[in-house]
């Protein structure tokens, strides 16, 4: 019996590595980041009383460090209440305030439920304001899926992530 329970934690063990490795090799390595017009940040959604969730901490604690490095002068939040009464975008622009980003270098998209509608509505804002570029901050897991999104909706960009401690 012992045997037995050995080699399921073994099989186990090697299941749990070998997913990890499919995983890593989904998320493309980190690119090194040129100036940008904008950083785009990705909604994602809030805790339930409205606190920012480990995944917006992360985003925006990023685009806040990226702006202050002098990669972009401008900040775009986007994502509405699309899985609660709470709007990502306006979660994670004041989060970044608190970070000590300026309210003047901040703007937010607060309508789309989806990086489809994220890509369409960023672009608007984008062309309004004369943006010709963007980096776009999100997670890990979502670097491939929203580049070619953003590709196809026509809006050159670089691809932000952070690690994820969550």
């Known amino acids: 019996m012992i045997r037995f329970l050995v080699m399921i934690f073994a099989l186990l063990a090697v299941a749990a590595a070998a997913l990890r490795w499919l995983a890593l090799a989904y998320v493309p390595p980190a690119q090194r980041l040129r100036p940008a017009a904008v950083i785009v940040v990705l909604g994602h959604p809030a805790n339930g009383d409205g606190s920012p969730s480990p995944a917006m901490v992360e ?83 979502h670097v491939r899926r929203a580049s070619r999104i953003f590709r196809v909706a026509g809006i050159p960009h670089q691809m932000a992530y952070a690690q994820p401690s969550y």
Request: net charge neutral.
């Open 59 to 141: 985003q925006a604690t990023l685009a806040a460090a990226l702006y202050r490095a002098g990669l972009a002068p401008a900040l775009l939040f986007t994502g509405g209440a699309v899985y609660n009464e709470h709007v990502e975008a306006q979660v994670m622009a004041a989060l970044a305030v608190r970070l000590g980003v300026p309210a003047a270098a901040i703007a937010v998209e607060t309508q789309a439920r989806d990086t489809f509608e994220n890509a369409r509505h960023c672009r608007q804002t984008m062309q309004g304001r004369g943006w010709q570029d963007a980096i776009v901050v999100t997670t890990p897991y």
